[in-house]
């Protein structure tokens, strides 16, 4: 990804926890996993924006 391995990751999570604390932490996690989400739908939306999705008239059932 970035050249970040696996004892990177775990200084970097060891220094979040040494400054916010372990009582922050799930505050944390949650308002990133806010974010992804939030960033994900405008994504979305914006891509249902630029080309709208297509429509069948027909669908699998009217095929068979």
Do not use: C, V, Y
């Not at 970097?12 to 989400?37: Q, R, T, V, Y």
């Not at 960033?39 to 095929?63: G, L, R, V, Y």
């Amino acid at each position: 990804m970035f050249g970040i391995g696996m004892p990177e990751l775990i200084i970097i999570l060891i220094i979040i926890l040494i400054i916010f604390g372990a009582g922050k932490l799930p505050e944390i996690g949650s308002g990133i996993g806010k974010g992804i989400k939030n960033f994900k739908k405008a994504t979305n939306e914006s891509k249902e924006e630029i080309a709208p999705p297509k429509e069948n008239d027909e669908t699998a059932e009217d095929k068979a």
